[in-house]
């Protein structure tokens, strides 16, 4: 899931969390399971619809955060153009597109609070096995978060790489992108530290 709720506001944005994310499960079942090019084709194209319907403007902000995904297809194309299976390339490329384009329509049109909700309640039998429910809402909420924080700062990297050089960034830009991402990461440590952690939910067990 890379992308935060559209300030667009569609039909499915009042539908219940757990039926759009049981949807989703089965989608993605369904995609993997099929090594049709044709199935894979149909597919993108009723998700491509899907994006559509709301209007230009949720149109352009959904397929905006599926850009970072680029260079995976480039590979996976690249790579089996290279082993002889362009076809088998096609499927898995239209399938990982597919599949996140799925899963990112679903939390554009799902808050963070539903989806906590949902997560609360699968997971709530085994809170009595242990299981910190708090740790794990807030990794969740943290990796939702943070995935379309880390993709922009990625694309200002090579923005600036591209300002400075005239040679494309690729590899290059990898190690200040994980520097930013461990920065990010000290920096959110302590924040939560300094609001104390899981402290207060370990006093009250």
């Known amino acids: 899931m890379i992308s935060l709720t559209s300030p667009v506001k569609t039909r499915a944005h009042g539908w219940p969390a757990g039926i759009k994310l049981l949807a989703l499960c089965v989608a993605?079942?369904?995609l993997f399971a099929a090594p049709y090019l044709w199935f894979q084709a149909v597919a993108a194209c009723v998700v491509l619809v899907l994006y559509s319907l709301p209007g230009r403007v949720f149109w352009q902000y959904g397929l905006r955060r599926i850009r970072p995904l680029w260079p995976f297809v480039v590979v996976v194309l690249a790579w089996h153009l290279l082993?002889?299976?362009p076809q088998l390339g096609a499927v898995i490329t239209l399938r990982m597109l597919t599949a996140v384009a799925l899963a990112n329509?679903?939390?554009m049109t799902t808050t963070l609070e539903a989806m906590m909700s949902v997560i609360r309640?699968?997971?709530a039998p085994l809170s009595r096995?242990?299981?910190n429910l708090r740790a794990v809402e807030l990794a969740t909420a943290m990796v939702i978060r943070f995935t379309p924080v880390l993709a922009q700062k990625g694309a200002a990297l090579t923005l600036a790489w591209r300002a400075r050089a005239r040679r494309r960034a690729?590899?290059?830009?990898i190690v200040p992108f994980m520097v930013l991402a461990l920065d990010d990461a000290d920096h959110v440590a302590e924040a939560l530290r300094a609001r104390g952690g899981f402290e207060l939910e370990k006093e009250k067990t």
């Open 121 to 123: 309640r699968l997971l």
């Open 129 to 131: 096995l242990g299981l």
């Open 105 to 107: 329509l679903v939390t």
């Open 28 to 30: 993605s079942v369904v």
């Open 83 to 85: 082993t002889g299976a």
């Open 170 to 173: 690729g590899w290059r830009v």
